[in-house]
């Protein structure tokens, strides 16, 4: 399925004139018809999915108890 950078843009949710860059920088893949550019859909999914692999390791992470320091003595 293709996207015009409106559309893309939505969908990443990005900035156009980012996504518009990105597009004349090469870094997205898309397709010129004469009118505007037609970017296919496909391409970000890879992405996506390291994103949300990403962020599911950072709350595990930021989730995970603080362990006692076993250096700690009580000499009270």
Known sequence: ?????PETA????????KINALVLQGRIRA???GEQF??????????LEQVEK?????????????????DVKDED
């Open 1 to 5: 399925m293709y996207l015009t950078i």
């Open 31 to 33: 397709v010129h018809d």
């Open 54 to 70: 990403y962020r599911k390791m950072i709350l595990d992470y930021l989730n995970e108890p603080i362990p006692e320091d076993i």
């Open 38 to 47: 037609l970017i296919n859909k496909e391409q970000f999914h890879t992405h």
């Open 10 to 17: 939505e969908f990443l949710s990005m900035e156009e004139t």
